[in-house]
């Protein structure tokens, strides 16, 4: 069992900028793909950005392309997401997954944090 615990995350205004943290307890963190998704209000939890096992490729969702970057480093079991230009659309809950990822069939989590809550006031 992969523990998830977060760190970052809180109140910032518009234009602002974030940065979330997400450590794993599993020594073996490397296999696995790291994905962070948000759930804002009354919506359906979705994607935002993953990072494949070693960091040599990333995905991101339209929406925040060019705003947020995905990162890791394995030698902290750890995996970043740095959110900039931030707008009050992008305030919600966010979690990060430990799974595996392909293009084909998307990210399949196996993992998941308890999720951070990230506000933006406008």
């Known amino acids: 069992q992969v523990q998830l615990v977060y760190s970052g995350g809180g109140l910032v205004q518009t234009g602002g900028s974030l940065r979330l943290s997400c450590a794993a307890s599993?020594?073996?963190?490397?296999?696995?793909?790291m994905g962070w998704f948000r759930q804002a209000p009354g919506k359906e939890r979705e994607f935002v950005a993953v990072i494949s096992g070693i960091g040599s490729s990333t995905d991101y969702a339209d929406s925040v392309k060019g705003r947020f970057t995905i990162s890791r480093d394995n030698a902290k079991n750890t995996v970043y997401l740095q959110m900039s230009s931030l707008k009050p659309p992008d305030t919600a809950v966010y979690y990060c997954a430990a799974g595996s990822y392909s293009v084909r069939l998307g990210f399949r989590p196996r993992y998941w944090g308890q999720g951070t809550q990230v506000t933006v006031s406008s």
């Open positions: 599993e020594g073996t963190f490397s296999i696995y793909d």
